[in-house]
Structures are given as C-alpha cells and as structure tokens.
C-alpha cells in the first residue's frame, strides 16, 4: 500500500479511530494484523517472506540469549538469522544480477551462454531491504548482549512490521522501537501536534515537490542525454527530487509513529545544504547510515587500523550501501563513487582545513560555506547520475554530456535562457524554494517555532492541507520503495 | 565498540493522554470539516473545472449539465437522436450539418451527439443513463471489435477518474481485470466529484496560478471550441497512426484475447446500456461503422474477425454503415472530414429509411 493513496488514507483513518478505543494489551494485535494488512496488500503472498524472517529472528534471537556464555552456540544461531535474512534478500533482490554478470563474464571468455536460462526475473518484495536489516540487527545486538530478546512474539513481529515505517525505513532498532511497544500508550498534544504536521509536510513534499521534479525530469532520462545543459539541470532537480521524496516518507512515517504514541528516530538532519561529502552522510539516511557503521564499519576495525586501513574499510562500506540500494552496475558505481569522495575528503582533510582557516582570516566565511555546499551539492548530483539513469549507456552519456563536451552547450542555453523548457524552469525554482526552506529550518528553526506557536501551526497546517487536497493524494510510489 | 542506541524517550502522564486523544477526534472531524468545504468547487460547473476542463468525457458532463430541455425537442415531431459512444463515433458525425440536413427535410428527429475518448459500452452506459430520453427517443451507439478485449481496461489505460464520472460504485466493484487492492482503492474515492473533477480543476487551478506568475494571456474558460476541433484530433491522429503502424503492436487483437462473455468490461456495459435505453423507452440501435481496410486486416486477428462477424449477426439492434474509402480515414480507424460528411449524409439517410445495410467484405490488400 502506498502512502500516497485513497486507500492509505481511508486505512489510517481506520486504524486511528479503532486504535485509540481499544485496551492497551490489545493495540499491539490490532497494529500488527494491520501492519500485516498493509504489507501484503498488492501481493498477499509476499507476507510469507516476513512472516519467515519474524519467526527465525525471534527463535535465533532467544536462543542466542539461552546460550550466553557459550559463544560457539550462540553463533550458530547468529549465523542462522544471518543466512536466512541474507538469503532472502540475495534470492529475490540479487540473484538475476549477479548471475547476469556470472554469465556475462562467461560468454566474455568465449562461452556462449544465453543469460535467460538462468534469469529469474523474481518481483522484488517491497521494503525487503528495510525489514531484513531491521531483523538482523536485532539478533546481532543480542549476541553482543546490547540488548535482551523480546519476550513476546507478537510485540517482536510488530517491531518488524510496523507499517510507518516498514517499507522505506527509518531502519529501527531495538533498544529504541521495541520497548515502546511493552509500554502502556500515552499521548501528548504536543505528539499529536507534531504528527499531524509532519504527515502534512511530507504529503506536501511528496505530490508538490518530489511528483513534480520527477515529472520534469523524466523524459530526460529516457534517451541518452543530448545537451550538457539539460542534461546538468536534470541531475541537479532529481538529487533535490529524491531528498525531497525520501525525507517526506520519513517525515510521514515518523508523524503517524507520533499519532499512535511511539517515537521513530529521525533519519534526516538538514543534509541538502551540507558543505562536505562526510558531513551529508552523517545527515542523510541516517538510520541506514549508522546500522552501516555499526555492523559494518567498526567490526571491519572502524578507523582504528590505520589511514590506509579506514580508507579501505569506507570504499567496503560504501560499496555494500551501493549494492543495498540495488542490484545493478549503476548502484555500485554509485556506492564507489561515493566512496572515492569520502577517502579524497579525509586525504585533503590538512589542506581543507587551511583554506576554511585562510576564508575566515579574510572575513569569507559564509561564502566559503556556501562554495563547500555547492561544490558538495554538484559532486552528489553528479554522483546521482548514476543513481538515477536506467542504464549505464544512459549514465555515461550524461558524464560525458555534462563535463566533457566543453562549455559549448552551457554558453547557448545561459544566451538564449528565456527560452528554457519551462519545466526544467520550474525544476530550478523548486531547488531554490527547497535550499530557502532548508536554510530557515537551520537558522530560524521555523518548524520548532510553528509548532510552538498555535495560530501559526493551524494557519500553516490549513494551507498544507488545502494545498494536498488540491495537488491529490495520488502519484508515482516513493522513490526508496523499490528497495 | 558501537554507540550505544538511545532509549526511547520518556512517556506523557495519562492526563495528558486523555487531552492528546481529544485533541486528535477534534482534528479529525476538522478535517473532515475542511475536506468537505475544500470539494465543494470540485463539480462538473466548478470554477476552475470550467478553465481546465481538458478532455472529452469531462465535456460530455458539462454539456448534459447545460443542455437545456426546453430548447431541446421545440423541432416539429420533436424526437432525439442521442448519439452516445467513442471517438469513432464523435469522428464520423458532424452533428451541426446533421441537423441541418434533418431540418431541411423536415424530420421529426435531430442529433445530440455525446462521443469521447475510449467511450466504448461500460462509459457510454454512464452517459446513457443520464439522457433526458422521452418515448420515442433514438440511441446510437457504436460497437467496434477492439473494445471486447479482455483486458480492456488495462489496456485503455483509463484513470480511475474516468470510471468515477460515469459508473456507479457497483459497476467500479464489478470490474473483474482489477484485483481486490484496485477496486478497494477506487471504492474509497469518496466525495466522488470531488475526484471526477479533480484533474480538471488541477489544471483550471494551474493555468491561473502560472498566469499570475508568467503574466501571460488570462486563462479562458474551455468551451465547444476547445473539445470539438476535429482539426487538432486529425492532426494527432496522423501523428499517432504512423506510430501505430510502427511499433505499436499492442494494439493488435488477438483471438485469446478477444471477450465476447458477458463478464468482459464493455459486454457489461453494453447490457447497462440496453437496460438503461428500455428504462428510458428509447430504442435503441447499435452501428457499426468499419475502420479502414488494412486496420482490419492488419489489427484484428482472422478469429476474431470471424467471431466478431458471427457476434454481429446475432445483435438485433445492430445496423452496418458503409465502408468509407481508405483515403477518407484521418488515421487507421477515425473518420476525417470527407469520411465525416459521407457518414452524416448517410445517417441522415437510414434515419429515413432505416437500412440495416450488410458488413463490407474484408478486400485486402486492394488490387492496383
């Protein structure tokens, strides 16, 4: 079920209005039956993959509890919810790929294979990536004895499946989301303050901004790209289009968290103006970010092996983020590149912190942020190109079109500027109405202050609603749905 | 090591609870409150419907909204012919000179045409229904082979505000290519102008709020003009039917494919359409006016040609008109404005003499 749907809406009302009737020990049942509900509404018979997932995380979690002490045992329950999770996720998400390039690389060495004997073409099941990590941290946090296992099965599949946020994250974890469901309900007016505004802020997002850009940009990425210009104007509207998109999901799912008395943890800290690659990773996805960090990176040896070491354990990581957001050469290259920054920005850490120290002498701070946020923002987009191509032809036009077919391009659109597909005009205005937003949000804290503030909040909350009355709750799915 | 994941935060006080339950039921009626008031303008007359009203079925409803009756039977005899169907049949009658040549011969008939874009028997019964009929009355309608498909609606790729405005809810739950998750999906589209109209009053609403910003030309009201240029359609259709030819092979009926049970979509409506013609004591006829030759030939599977000729045969309101010359088609199945002034000519004619005239032999392709 998408948010963004008649159906979401009717089916949140439906769930809120039983919901806050029912006695506490049983909101847990009626969250999960209509969690369940909503993830198998489209294709029932994917439930079965959760429902797998739920059942050997919850036994492996308590026999990895049972077995403390005995550290042999207890990894090979470890190492059940590891295989079973993880093959999951390699079947349906990552078997075509890699035996698509098993293949390629035969019939390279002169075997002639045909790819589509062995090609499955399995629908991916939504939010796979999501829930499986979600799951396998919970039983990798109780083999480290960070936390207990859950003592109710049925408090345990609802910290799997819990509809906010089961399909695009926040990635939960369990210290944090699943006592809340042992806990009696309670509910402030300042939660539901804050939910209502977030459901209407990031329904606002998703079918003003995100629906739009991606409208804009579309035919653009159909074709190989044609116009350094165009083609840089697409890349910049779709890395403001799928912050916008991504960060509105979050925006839903932690307000109707909100409404029915839990706390999701945020996944984005204002990461669309950032003046460094580090800096917007540690903003950017931020659950997804840290679950890396924290079952990947420091068990690699984090940054405590030495500089070439760190480097190396970042390109892993980056690499495996790469390979989590899909199977195929574009995200790969995607998570690489990503990585290639990160190690340039900790290589140039010295010089970089002199040019920061030589701006600041001359009274250039401010603007030297905002070159840094530039110049980060154009190396995300261009990185996104990669992200957002459905092809690699596609991709490798773009680069091309973009950096390395001279200025030619860029010289004739800025000259005959009036001219400009009035969408990709639009595109433009959209970024700029997002960087005004995002940088009020830094420095005024506008969201804190309209929901502080009663009038302001029902004036803004009013608009907001008018507004996704008249743009329509309805459009493409969230970009992050498709993993 | 990892840092340590935060504890979720600490929980209000039941008080507080009670006050932060009130608060969401108050919310919850406001907002059924706004969204009441906020659809209020979402109707076929809405202000901004009526500057971004942009594709014929929306027309449809506005010109049955506005037809005035008494205007309409002041002709001597004074009977309708409602022509009701899909852009076959919006192409091939031009209703101005029909009922201009019906006057001149002093006909108890004239023609009010209702033709639309994928208008075929399911949408078509949504309109029939609506007609002010009165015994005696005339409904024609058009059947053509391609909308017995089996996955129609799929096909046609109809927005669900298209089935909104002309079938009642039953007929949305009735439709058997949607899954359960589809149907639900379109069920709850509840205040139902409200998402008729809501593409219309989107782009009523857009134009106005780009003019303020382009101060360009204000935006006007899309009228006749604007739904009934056969020009504009002529020249997309040119444009489409070279792609067609083409590429596009999907648009080729095979016999699997081809439904003739009275579960498939346009079957159904077909059966709505019929009861609805006897509700309003209007006869009914059904026309069949061929696409050109080669589409014939090139489109439709040899089975279904035959299934489709035997199904024919078996309709007893059915009425064949004459196959137009292949140059007097704008693209494989619309008339252009030849083929148009020869259709209307001879529908002024069989209204005369009602011939149920004979299906044209399939000649293709022509000898040189």
Redesign the interface.
Known sequence: ?LFN???F??FI?LT??VY?FLPDRLKVFWLLGLSWLFYG??EPQLLTLILLSTGVDYLCGKRVAQHDGDRSRQKRWLYLSLATNLGILGFFKYHDFFVGEFVYALNWFGWAVDPERYLLHLVLPVGISFYTFQTMAYTIDIY?G?VKPADDFWRFALYVAFFPQLVAGPVE?????L??FS???????????EG?FLILLGFVKKVVVADRLARYIEPYYEDLAQNGADAAMAMLCFTCQIYVDFSSYSDIAIGIGL?L???IRPNFNLPFVVPSIPERWRRWHISMS?WF???IF?PLGGSRGGTVRTQINIMIVMFLSGLWHGASNNFVMWGLLNGATMVSHRILKTPLRSLSGAAKTLGLQAPYYYVCCWNTFCTIATINIFFRCPDWEIAKSYVREIYLSGIGDYVVAWQTRAELNVELKWGLTWIVVVFLAHESQRYFGLKDRILADRRAWTVVC?AM??TV????ISGPQFIYYQF | ?????????P????A??R???R??AV??FA?VG??LV??IPYSVRGPMVEYGRSNGASWNRYKLKKMSRKKLRLHEGGRIAWLVGSSILRDSFDEKLVNRLLEEEGSEYRVRKFGQTRGASALSAGVVRRLPMEPGDLVVHNVAAENFRRDWVDFSELPGWRLQLWLKPHEIWAIQEW?L?ER???M??VPRDF?SF?ED??EG?RLWLTWAIRQGERPEKRTKSYHLTYKKSELIGRLKSARRRGIESSYRVEDADFDLSPEQFNMRGLATLRRAAKHGQAELVLVDIPPRQEYQATFLDEGVRKRWDEWRAEQPELVYFPQQLEDDYYDMKHPNSRGRRSLSRYFVSWLNHRQVGAPTPLHWPPDD
């Open positions: 079920m749907s008649k159906i809406v009717a009302a809120l209005s806050y509404f489209w480290r960070d974890r369990a210290p944090h989301l006592p809340q806990r009696p309900f309670r509910l402030s007016q300042k939660m539901v303050y209502v409404l008395g839990y706390h840290h960090r924290d079952y420091i009013i609603f008018w009355v008249t743009f329509g | 090591m990892p840092r340590p994941v935060p504890p979720p935060p929980q209000p006080t039941v507080e609870t006050a932060g339950v608060l969401v919310l919850a907002i706004l969204m906020f659809a899954s998750a639900l999906e379109e709850v589209a998402y809501h009053h989107m609403t």
